[in-house]
């Protein structure tokens, strides 16, 4: 069982956040000459490493405890940036799982020529008779064809 202390700290807590969210006592601070304590508590807050639960409270003479304030503080090393990567890789890796228009591709499709995942109509997909493509263009080629013209006029 928890000491008094902690115990109204956990209370505390328990009104502003999910009892999950809340891990182990970490530390207790001594009273200032005030009387207030500090006491922190591990966060489980989902995308927040090294984050704590802080808890401030004080004891006035022969009176109970009280909490005066509660709040998720960052840690020393919370709020560092991540390690830095070049531009150049990390839009090599984004265009190697999303197509053109940056929809997520799956691991078994492949990006064609222009970048953009194979597209299969449902009418072709129902349909097991052969299509006529004659006189047709495939929509690949009608945008190839867009684009060497726009290229030409530039």
């Known amino acids: 069982m928890p000491e008094p202390l902690t115990q109204l700290a956990l209370v505390a807590l328990g009104e502003v956040a999910p009892a999950e969210q809340i891990g182990e006592l970490v530390s207790t601070s001594e009273p200032n000459e005030e009387g207030v304590r500090t006491l922190r508590f591990a966060s489980d807050v989902p995308g927040h490493p090294d984050w704590f639960w802080t808890v401030w409270t004080t004891q006035v003479e022969d009176d109970e405890p009280t909490v005066l304030e509660c ?6 090393d919370a709020l560092l940036a991540p390690a830095w990567i070049p531009w150049a890789e990390r839009l090599a890796e984004f265009r190697a799982t999303h197509d053109r228009n940056g929809k997520l591709v799956d691991e078994d499709d ?9 597209e299969v109509e449902e009418a072709e997909a129902e349909s097991d008779a052969p299509r006529s493509t004659r006189g047709k263009s ?5 945008r190839r064809t867009r684009r060497r013209r726009r290229r030409r006029s530039s």
Do not use: H, K, N, V
């Not at 709040?71 to 020393?76: F, K, N, R």
């Not at 492949?110 to 194979?118: F, M, R, S, T, V």
């Open 138 to 142: 495939s929509t690949r080629t009608q």
């Open 110 to 118: 492949e990006l064609d020529d222009e970048g953009e995942a194979p």
């Open 71 to 76: 709040d998720l503080l960052p840690g020393e």
